[in-house]
């Protein structure tokens, strides 16, 4: 499959995932914009990226990065800054860069985290990363934008011999630490990126774990077999109802209606 070349936005590109998915996008022949918060920060990246300065929180600050672009992948994350960091850049941050996409169409993919849907274990009941995480999956789901929610496992704890990607639904595997599956970060990065450009990945949510066995080479084989996520649903297909929409605070259903009129 060749892929078209594409504009893909980057948010998160100065992180341990989105350099990676910064260097893949280019690797795959897309042109690549890359979202920075400060210009030292941009130094770190491919001469070939097109860096725009801007802060998810600060919605001002956002519209040069969304301008022409195809396709948005995100790798935001906001970790040690606790609640208020995931509400602010984890959630936010998504809310924002779609509010500032208007009307216009991307394709999408967000990075969140295999075990989301689990609200009851001690990391999200000190940080709720996982029920801002999910919002934000929440966001892209209502937007009505051709979407790809990717959750993967634990970062880098591969063994020599586990390269053959694995993708569940249903976020499954809560144990809250590697058992429930590992994943290198340049195998997120590369599925997030070839996520954009395949029919097989729309409207789809999945965990990305990888298993002993080789590298996964057709990625349309991986990806084909998975349900996508019911048309108008909040929620990836069988995850668990635990969230009710209902007990959502005000000014989340509020941010729903708003990307919704989009
Ligand atoms: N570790 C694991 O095993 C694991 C497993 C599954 C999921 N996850 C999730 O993966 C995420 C971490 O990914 P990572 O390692 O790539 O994170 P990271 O290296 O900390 O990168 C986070 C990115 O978000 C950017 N960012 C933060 N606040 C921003 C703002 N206000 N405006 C614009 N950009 C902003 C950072 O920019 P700066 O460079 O300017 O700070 C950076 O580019 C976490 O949220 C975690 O929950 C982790």
Not at 2 to 24: F, K, Q
Not at 123 to 147: C, F, I, M, Q
Not at 162 to 171: I, K, M, P, T, Y
């Amino acid at each position: 499959m060749t892929a078209p070349r594409m504009t893909v936005l980057v948010v998160g590109a100065t992180g341990s995932i989105g350099r990676l998915a910064v260097d893949e996008a280019i690797r795959q022949g897309h042109a690549v914009r890359a979202l920075v918060r400060t210009p030292e920060k941009a130094r770190q990246l491919p001469p070939e990226a097109q860096v725009v300065i801007g802060d998810v929180t600060r919605p001002e600050t956002l519209d040069d990065a969304v301008e022409g672009v195809n396709a948005i992948v995100f790798t935001l994350g906001s970790d040690g800054a606790g609640k208020a960091g995931a509400e602010a850049v984890d959630y936010g941050g998504v809310r924002n860069v779609l509010l500032a996409l208007g009307s216009r169409k991307a394709r999408i993919a967000l990075m969140t985290s295999i075990g989301v849907t689990n609200r009851t274990g001690s990391y999200n009941r000190s940080t709720e990363s996982h029920d801002w995480k999910r919002r934000s999956e929440r966001l892209v789901r209502a937007s009505g934008l051709p979407y790809t929610i990717v959750r993967p496992g634990w970062f880098d704890y591969n063994g020599p011999d586990e390269h053959r990607l694995v993708l569940l639904q249903g976020d499954t595997h809560q144990a809250g630490n590697s058992s429930d599956g590992v994943i290198a970060r340049g195998q997120i990065a590369e599925v997030l990126v070839r996520s954009l450009v395949s029919d097989h990945t729309l409207r789809k949510t999945f965990e990305l774990i990888a298993t002993k066995g080789p590298a996964t080479e057709d990625f349309d084989a991986l990806f084909a077999p998975l349900d996508a996520d019911p048309q108008g649903a909040l929620d990836g297909v069988r995850d668990r109802s635990n969230q009710p929409l209902e007990d959502e605070p005000q000014r989340v259903r509020d941010d729903l209606d708003a990307v919704r009129a989009h």
